[in-house]
């Protein structure tokens, strides 16, 4: 595996993180596989001692912003982890043709499983100021705006965008004090 440029540095910043399906199956366009994701974050939230700023789950990939001490160690858990269960959930549900994908797209490297979820890598970036903090939460919020899913941020229901509106909201998140849905 290749070198990355993004790197994480343990620091009080917060970082924001993409990380997506492998070869951008619309895995999340099942709401059990969405459920899998939304149930990990709680349990980094309230288990690992994990702080999410943001978030939105598109139907192939995840951006966040979050931190936490051992990050690094924290995304390749969680990972894992929504990887066997959204596995299991597609045999469950008889996916076979998603199965057949993930299988074949698999990295010749892994040889102690079948199936690769996850594209490599989770692209970590410091947000060390306010500015780029702002600027990365709208990114997310509008990410669903942007594809033409929604009209508005907050009527994505897979997103923080709700939270920042004071709408029902699936995962609470850490809300920056004076952000707003613009």
Avoid at 41 to 47: C, E, P
Wanted: hydrophobic share 35%; proline share 3%; glycine share 4%.
């Amino acid at each position: 595996m290749g070198r990355s440029r993004y790197k994480y540095y343990e620091s009080k910043d917060p970082y924001f993180i993409s990380t997506s399906i492998i070869n951008g199956l619309p895995i999340f366009s099942i709401p059990d596989a969405v459920n899998i994701v939304i149930q990990s974050l709680k349990f980094l939230q309230k288990q690992r001692n994990t702080t999410i700023y943001a978030y939105v789950i598109m139907e192939n990939h995840i951006h966040a912003i979050i931190q936490g001490k051992d990050l690094s160690m924290k995304i390749g858990n969680f990972k894992s982890f929504t990887a066997r269960e959204i596995r299991d959930l597609l045999f469950a549900e008889g996916h076979t043709h998603w199965l057949r994908v993930l299988k074949s797209a698999k990295s010749r490297y892994k040889t102690r499983q079948r199936y690769q979820i996850w594209a490599e890598g989770y692209h970590p970036q410091q947000l060390d100021n306010e500015d780029m903090l702002i600027q990365k939460i709208d990114y997310i919020h509008n990410n669903p705006v942007k594809r033409g899913y929604v009209d508005l941020p907050e009527h994505w229901r897979y997103s923080s965008a709700r939270n920042y509106a004071g709408l029902d909201c699936l995962l609470d998140v850490a809300l920056i004090d004076g952000f707003k849905i613009e």
